[in-house]
């Protein structure tokens, strides 16, 4: 069974960090490009960041370049997000994509607020 | 960074036809075609359509995808109270280097 699974998720103050996991399997995951969708609270969905197969390439949302990097460990199917300087904004549920967006896991919920 | 462009909500009558669009602009629907999203109240998305009209295994051809020029519209025939869901489209943008999405349409069967 094909099945991503988040962790990480929890409530951090602004300016703080915190750093995402995916845990893929079911399917070879060295193959595909992933990505993270966040969702905030009564919103709809918003594209953060995604990363090529073998993880040479990287691409983030405006908001977040800068502050978020999105990173892979192949040997491992694991997809990671690396969070910075977080801001209210940034309170969303997070999802772990397959591209092109077929398979997702059941999200984290990241609260930033003081 | 653009998103595309979905009507916020549509409203149709059970068994009736629903049509929903997207519009974008040639660097993304235009270009790349654009995936459509069910997402049911406290669950994760679930993918319907790929570049335009290929369903992922397990999707009712109730649900049909298509594109002309800059705009994508996904068609739901036969409708039932559990198509009653919130349906976002996405593209790739060679643009912006970035996937971009609607803002999601509500579907209500009435």
């Known amino acids: 069974e094909v099945q991503e699974v988040e962790s990480g998720g929890g409530l951090v103050q602004p300016g703080g960090s915190l750093k995402l996991s995916c845990a893929a399997s079911g399917f070879t995951f060295s193959n595909y490009w992933m990505s993270w969708v966040r969702q905030a609270p009564g919103r709809g969905l918003e594209w953060v960041a995604s990363?090529?197969?073998?993880?040479?390439?990287?691409f983030h949302v405006d908001s977040v370049k800068g502050r978020f990097t999105i990173s892979r460990d192949n040997a491992k199917n694991s997809l990671y997000l690396q969070m910075n300087s977080l801001r209210d904004d940034d309170t969303a549920v997070y999802y772990c994509?397959?591209?092109?967006?077929?398979?997702w896991g059941q999200g984290t919920l990241v609260t930033v607020s003081s | 960074q653009a998103g595309l462009t979905q009507p916020p909500s549509v409203s149709k009558g059970l068994r009736q036809t629903a049509t929903l669009t997207c519009t974008g602009n040639s660097n993304n629907v235009g270009n790349q075609g654009a995936v459509w999203l069910q997402q049911h109240q406290g669950h994760p998305p679930k993918l319907l359509s790929y570049?335009?009209?290929n369903r992922p295994s397990g999707i009712s051809e109730k649900f049909s995808a298509s594109r002309s020029g800059d705009t994508a519209s996904l068609t739901i025939t036969g409708l039932q109270p559990e198509d009653e869901a919130d349906y976002y489209c996405s593209a790739w943008d060679t643009s912006l280097t970035a996937w971009v999405f609607g803002g999601g349409t509500k579907l209500t069967v009435l």
């Open positions: 990363i090529r197969p073998d993880g040479s390439a990287k």
């Open positions: 570049r335009n009209n």
């Open positions: 994509v397959r591209d092109p967006f077929d398979q």
